[in-house]
């Protein structure tokens, strides 16, 4: 195990400090609207301090209260996707010249190095399947390689859940495992530090904390263990790619269908989507054009439009695909599940349509099935 | 800088004008180096960029060694292949692939092919089938099946007629409607393939069209024994990257621009001709 220090809550500008003082710019939660989110700050006084959130299926409530800590909150509907696979960006830019001659230029490259600052573990792993998506297949996207190449990230251990979170039945946990540079966990009076890199230890040594003693350890482990254990939502498997496969004609989807609005809100929201629309923004002139990215989502009809025909015209088909997807054949395509269980589709889902409630609908005759199967095998 | 989603520039040197709303681009890269490297097979495709407008998926149907040049076949349907048919002979674009899994080539030689298209002109069977033709001792027999609702609808009917001449070569075209002078079969041109005569154990199939016709090919294939691993379909679906990164082109697990579009039928079985995929 590493390394655990203490910092206490009157030393986490310090910490900002260290790490602006190095070159980074910083984004971190903050109340905006009546949610949390992740926006430049300097200052720890811009964090949400006593700041609790309350989720139910299509209600989010962010209220003020005496207690202490800035992460009593679980998350907004925005966190960090933003910052590395922007809503909207260019790609490139074409001028043409009197006789027609056509000049590319790659959009600009010059990723500041950012700091991601009290990222939650769910947003921590959909970002390193975001990774999968833009990085490490077979073809790159040199943009976001290079802002992930430049990002540090402070992680912030949950210690509570929301009831709508299910990162555990998701194959996840409210602590992050990997891909951070430190890791804080909350304890009453500040905080206990891990680092997972070595910029993370330069930037610990540099602060000159004790280590945490037993007791704090103790406590932080705990606080992430009643996160867990909070949680009442589960999925019915971590791989349920079969079980969706051989049940694209059940019932339940015609009874989602009804419900859902096709808003396309739960991709919007949803850490792991990475489905985007390329389009040319031209001059007036006609002589330059911006060629720009910008999400996309299943639920729109131009998603699958070809020639002349929407291959899901139905919502029926939309929710389809997107259920499938995400905990199933994401799995063929990045070899695990394309949800984190971070919930944000069951609070901002204007209908309140729960991930967790249609996917055991579905899967759960075939897994009892299979189960069965497999005890008599 | 290496960027996946960066177009060169290329020059039309030729355009041929193949039938109402459809004509070939003949192309060049204007960076001689580019355009030496440039390597594809048939099956692959280009994302084409019209200044200013958009860019779209097209297939190479050139043969990959004839010459400096490589063309492709645009039908207008829309807003960027309406802008290229305005385009004339020395206009720029901007070009970046070449993009997927062509047809299985290798696998093929030495084996009787069968190529079924339906539907209007289908590029990625013209290119195959180019390059069968121009390789003739490498394959066997050669089956061209080719269907189309409407007997005004068979672009290229001269060429047709000319195939004739090549050995060993068996064509079946048909028209759901036809006019009177209509050569070839009046009727849906599947309904030929239990009269064919395969041989289960050398043939490979390679097909092209709408996805219901496509399904009623591999039924009546499947009627000759012939291995599912041998039949072969090019899919279609919206493209925005081609690189695997928009999400567009999804079919289950597959992302038809880099996975496909040429796929043998058990890799999408599992989802083919499924309503909504
Ligand atoms: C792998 C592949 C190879 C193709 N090869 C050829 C070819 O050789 N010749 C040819 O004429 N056409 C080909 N097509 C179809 C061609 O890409 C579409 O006709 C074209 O995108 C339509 O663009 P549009 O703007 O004129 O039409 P619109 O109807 O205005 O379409 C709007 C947008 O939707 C998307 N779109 C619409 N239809 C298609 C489609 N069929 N496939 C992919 N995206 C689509 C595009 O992003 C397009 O810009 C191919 C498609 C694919 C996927
Ligand atoms: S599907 Fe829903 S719960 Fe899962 S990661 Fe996406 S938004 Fe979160
Ligand atoms: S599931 Fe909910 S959020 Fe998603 S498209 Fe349907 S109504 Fe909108
Ligand atoms: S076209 Fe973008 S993922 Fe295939």
């Given at each position: ?7 206490p ?26 949610t ?6 300097s ?12 989720q ?8 003020k ?7 009593n ?20 830019n ?15 490259l ?5 700091c991601?600052f009290?990222v939650?573990p ?10 999968k ?9 040199e943009?976001y ?12 251990n ?53 280590e945490?003693?037993g ?6 482990k705990q ?19 079969d ?20 808003c ?15 389009e040319?923004e ?14 996309d989502?299943?639920?729109?009809q131009g ?7 929407v ?8 929710y389809?695909?997107?259920?499938t ?15 984190v269980g971070c ?15 249609e ?10 099935l ?8 | ?5 960066l ?19 003949r ?10 490297a440039?390597?594809?097979a ?16 097209i297939?190479?149907v ?8 490589y ?9 960027v ?11 720029c ?7 997927g ?21 289908c ?21 061209l ?26 064509i079946?075209?048909g028209?759901?409607?036809?006019d ?6 009046k009727?849906?041109v ?5 009269k064919?005569e ?6 490979i ?9 496509m ?9 000759h ?6 039949l ?10 081609a ?9 289950g ?25």
């Amino acid at each position: 195990m590493n390394q655990s220090y203490y910092l206490p809550h009157t030393k986490l500008q310090s910490l900002l400090d260290a790490i602006i003082e190095r070159g980074y710019r910083c984004v971190g939660p903050q109340t905006r609207g009546g949610t949390i989110t992740y926006d430049d700050f300097s200052q720890v006084k811009e964090l949400p301090w006593g700041y609790e959130d309350e989720q139910l299926p299509g209600q989010y409530t962010l209220k003020k209260t005496q207690k202490t800590g800035y992460f009593n909150w679980v998350n907004g509907p925005q966190a960090i996707k933003p910052e590395l696979f922007k809503p909207k960006e260019s790609l490139w830019n074409v001028t043409r010249d009197e006789e027609g001659k056509l000049s590319f230029q790659p959009a600009q490259l010059t990723p500041a190095p950012l700091c991601l600052f009290g990222v939650r573990p769910c947003d921590i792993a959909a970002m390193q399947i975001q990774d999968k998506v833009f990085i490490t297949g077979t073809y790159r996207d040199e943009r976001y390689a290079q802002r992930r190449e430049n990002t540090l990230i402070i992680a912030a251990n949950c210690i509570t859940s929301s009831n709508n979170c299910f990162c555990v039945g998701a194959g996840g946990f409210p602590k992050a495992e990997r891909g951070y540079d430190i890791a804080l966990t909350e304890i009453e009076d500040g905080f206990t530090l891990e680092f997972g890199s070595e910029q993370g230890s330069d930037i610990i040594a540099s602060l000159k904390l004790s280590e945490a003693d037993g007791s704090q350890i103790n406590y932080a482990k705990q606080r992430i263990q009643e996160a867990a254990d909070k949680q009442t939502k589960t999925l019915p498997g971590t791989n349920l790619r079969d079980a969706l496969m051989n049940n694209l004609d059940h019932p339940r989807w015609d009874a989602v269908a009804e419900r859902c609005l096709s808003c396309g809100n739960c991709t919007q929201v949803c850490p792991t989507c990475f489905c985007h629309s390329e389009e040319d923004e031209p001059n007036v002139k006609g002589n330059h054009s911006e060629h720009v990215r910008e999400w996309d989502s299943c639920f729109t009809q131009g998603h699958s439009y070809i020639h002349g025909k929407v291959i899901r015209s139905q919502t029926r088909q939309r929710y389809r695909q997107w259920l499938t997807h995400k905990l199933g054949t994401w799995h063929d395509q990045f070899g695990e599940s394309g949800c984190v269980g971070c919930g944000r589709c069951v609070s901002w889902c204007p209908v309140g349509i729960d991930i967790t409630e249609e996917a055991t609908a579905i899967c759960s005759d075939f897994i009892n099935l299979e189960n069965k199967e497999n005890s008599h095998g | 800088m290496d960027d996946t989603y960066l177009p060169n520039e290329a020059k039309i040197i030729e355009r041929i004008h193949e039938g109402p709303g459809i004509f070939t681009l003949r192309l060049q890269f204007t960076d001689p180096k580019i355009n030496e490297a440039y390597t594809f097979a048939p099956g692959q495709f280009n994302m084409l960029y019209l200044h200013g407008v958009g860019e779209i998926a097209i297939s190479i149907v050139s043969d990959p060694h004839s010459d400096e040049y490589y063309n492709h076949t645009i039908r207008v349907v829309g807003r960027v292949t309406r802008g290229f048919e305005q385009l004339e002979c020395g206009d720029c674009i901007g070009i970046r692939g070449p993009y997927g899994r062509g047809w299985p080539l290798e696998k093929a030689k030495g084996k009787d092919v069968v190529v079924i298209t339906g539907g209007l002109g289908c590029a990625p069977v013209v290119s195959v089938f180019n390059y069968i033709i121009n390789r003739r001792s490498e394959f066997g027999t050669i089956s061209l099946m080719q269907g189309v609702k409407h007997s005004s609808d068979l672009i290229f009917r001269e060429r047709f007629q000319r195939l004739k001449d090549i050995p060993n070569i068996k064509i079946y075209v048909g028209a759901d409607k036809s006019d009177m002078h209509w050569p070839w079969y009046k009727g849906r041109v599947l309904d030929l393939v239990p009269k064919m005569e395969l041989n289960p154990d050398n043939t490979i199939a390679f097909m092209c069209g709408p996805e219901m016709m496509m399904k009623a090919a591999v039924e009546a294939l499947a009627e000759h024994n012939i291995d599912e691993t041998d039949l072969y379909l090019n899919m279609e679906r919206n493209m925005h990257c081609a690189v695997g990164h928009c999400g567009h082109c999804q079919y289950g697990g597959q992302f038809i621009c880099k996975d496909g579009p040429v796929f043998s039928y058990p890799e999408i079985k599992e989802l083919f001709a499924k309503e909504g995929f």
